[in-house]
């Protein structure tokens, strides 16, 4: 057993993370009938607490890749996060960091939220305690889903739910 693996996976960071993903997870797949505003409530901070969490995630040497298929569809997804929503499209400036890039891109929060569903609950899948290569393969994910993808689809749903309800 990589001992530098274990540790990882037992650190508080990577366990509080693991955590809030499966909680995040488990609410989005939640059929619990609640209004839009109380979905966006606390949506919100699942997303607040996943990107603080998710800064905090440690690189993993990757040492061999597990092609994986996850066992669920987009449009499952997509259908219990519409359901839940009575506001999907908003505003933003792709790179606000670009000065140059003044255009404004049209977001969808559902395919925001989407996209960090697939990307958290497809490592979550693949992580298993019990095989170290599951295991690396995992925690490799988890940290390049987040800098690579799911972290712009964050702080952008944050931003739009911080404007949706304030409607």
């Known amino acids: 057993m990589n001992q530098h693996l ?11 993370f693991y955590k809030l993903a499966e909680n995040y997870c488990n609410f989005i797949e ?26 905090k995630l440690e690189d993993v040497d990757l040492t061999s890749v597990i092609n994986y298929e996850r066992a669920y569809t987009n449009s499952e997804i ?13 505003w933003h400036i792709f790179d606000p960091s670009d000065l140059n890039d003044t255009e404004a891109v049209c977001g969808d929060l559902i395919d925001d939220l989407n996209d960090i569903y697939l990307d958290l609950k497809s ?22 889903d987040f800098d690579n993808h799911w972290n712009s689809h964050c702080i952008n749903a944050i931003y739009a739910i911080h404007y949706f309800l304030k409607r």
Do not use: M
Request: hydrophobic share 40%; glycine share 2%; net charge negative.
């Open 6 to 16: 274990s540790k990882t996976a037992l650190s508080r960071p990577f366990t509080n």
């Open 78 to 90: 997509i259908n219990l996060i519409s359901e839940k929503l009575d506001a999907q499209f908003y």
């Open 30 to 55: 939640s059929s619990e009938k609640i209004s839009a505003e109380a979905f966006l409530v606390s949506i919100q901070k699942h997303l607040v607490e996943l990107y603080s969490s998710g800064l």
């Open 123 to 144: 490592s979550i899948e693949l992580f298993n305690p019990e095989r170290d290569e599951c295991r690396e393969n995992a925690l490799w994910q988890f940290k390049f």
